[in-house]
């Protein structure tokens, strides 16, 4: 009934190509975001902000980086925590060695450095491909863990490798309440959503998805695969480097080496899957699981009455996730964003069954 | 002639980087065995789980992250049911689980993904990774273990009228050495000499003609991943009875993963080889790299062997894409 586009006629070529073609569509992005920057701030707890939230927006900036080539370009990786940390620790010595420098600046400067890294390791996409691309982002996880871990500069000296970063000051603002972090969080992702939702409608999206779909077909069409893949690797390692910056200051304030270690690469590819793979709106969806599943669990068995260990909860998580996984490879490969895209499509004719 | 000259520079570079330490002086001849050994002790761990990589890309194309998860889920299963039975019994009956979880990745995952791109079936045994990792504990708990086979811990002198000082050699190494070997001449036997054997490498060599000439491929891979699940026993067993069984056990399966590109994803002989090659590779550039490194940069400790291993197979990827012994096909891009 409400949700339905009779009478809405394109007559413009821009019409037609805007992002969201339905005007219910845009009055519920409209309303969506209208509520969550104005009425947000006042209604959610403390509680929600610092352990679902603020992670959840990082981590769907994070997913959305790496759904840009996985999703978009098929390039597998198993080693975007491993730009993430680049992001944190660019970032990290950025604020301390420049502190004159504004924390928004410092972010870009983070993505960059962390895009250049993440160009390095995929050289090798240019000769490799499927599995043995895996193997070679893997061993950017490991180079990197090892090297924030032991060469002391990037930890500034810090006896036990562990650093902790100073408050957030933005032109006098500064981000150190759990609500003003979420605005700031909120802010970002939003913005740099956007932005990646247009990049994959644009020219560069497309040859993205070009190569993911058939490289050799694609390279007779005239797209160049060095310029796809590298833009790929290098847009995506960006967004994860912006992500990871905001995970230690924001989010972290102090971290240890570990902290971005091969699980979180594997749980940012988990999003994904889960979320949706080739899709922007999926990323936030997978995210909001990964981060909200774990709380949930751990919250169930004291509401059904049940005593669990931490360890059982642990391996519960572990095999959820796990069946999950094969769950949605099986029966959703298109994940979360699919079922939300078929809830439309029924919502469309409903309450009629033509 | 271009993959032999290829091959003949990285061969010279790795024995001069094996016999580099000694011509240096960097170290003395005993010490330089003895940490030779122990690389050639890890080495044969990777080689047993880089054997099961190989055995179930080559029958089913599935990259099986999950090896690692199945290491430390059968030797969970053997430590635990040892102590309330005979160690001869429990094996027995790991091996019986290790069948029963081949049965059922096949027809929950593999039948399922039939037909997928290898990514995707990837992703899919790292969800099986997670799965058995976290069932693994809940049944069997997950504290630290032991698996005693009996066999005596404590190093023996030999050599001693050679070297200054002799070699120290650990009988437990030497028992898992051999039975290394064991598993591996088995290994051979049944797939050359047996009916089975027979059908896993028509299977491996092309399923379609395997297929159409009435050899049944989902069958195929519930005894290939079996196998595999016998030979994962069978390093997490040798594993567990030297460091006992944790959960870092299953972590030994990112270090297979390097081996079985220098080995080549399709090569038996090339996952024993890569295996002792990295094993090797890792201890001598942990004792005699690392330090010169530490010096140099003023690193916090060594600890290069956790990327060395996947820095020498990037190396080969560059150089040698199908690894020593892989098919010269390879999906250029």
New interface residues.
Partial sequence: MLYRENGQFKTTYRQDQQMLPILQDRIFMALLLLFVFGAGPFIFSDYLFLSILIPFLILALAAIGLNLLVGYCGQISLGHGAFMSVGAYAAYNLALRMPQLNFLVVLILAGLIAALVGLLFGIPSLRIRGLYLAVATLAAQFFMDWTFARVKWFTNYAPSGSVSTATIDIFGWTVDTPVRKYLFLLAVVTVFALVAKNLVRGHMGRAWMAMRDMDVAAEVIGIRPVYAKLTAFGVSSFYVGVAGALWGFVYLGSWEPLAFDINLSLNLLFMIIIGGMGSILGSFFGAFFIVALPILLNQAPEWLGIHMSTAMVSNLEAMIFGSLIIFFLIVEPQGLARLWAIGKEKLRLWPFPH | MKRNRNLIILCVGLLAGLIAPLATGASDPGFYIEVLLGGLMAGVLYSLVALGFVLIFKASGV?NFAQGAMVLFAALSVARMAEVMPLWLATLLAVGIMVVFAFIVER??LR??VN?????L???T??????????G??VWG?DIYEINLGIAKEPVMILQSVFQGGILINKDDVAAAIAAVVLVALLALFFQKTKTGRALRAVADDHLAAQSIGIPLNRIWVIVWSVAGVVALVAGVIWGAKLGVQFSVSQVA?KA??VV?LGG?TSIPGAILGGLIIGVGEKMAEVFLAPIAVKA????????E??FA??L??LF??VL?EGLFGEKH????
């Avoid at chain 2, 940069?297 to 290069?304: C, N, R, S, T, W």
């Avoid at chain 2, 390879?330 to 891009?333: G, S």
């Fill in positions: 990259f929950l995952v399922p993904l997928q791109d290898p990514v995707v990837l992703m899919a790292l969800g099986v990774t997670y799965f058995l990792n976290g069932f504990q809940t997950s990112l993963l390097p590109i994803f940069f003023d690193l916090a400790g060594g600890g290069i956790n990327w996947y820095v197979a990037l990827l560059l894409p390879i999906d250029r891009v």
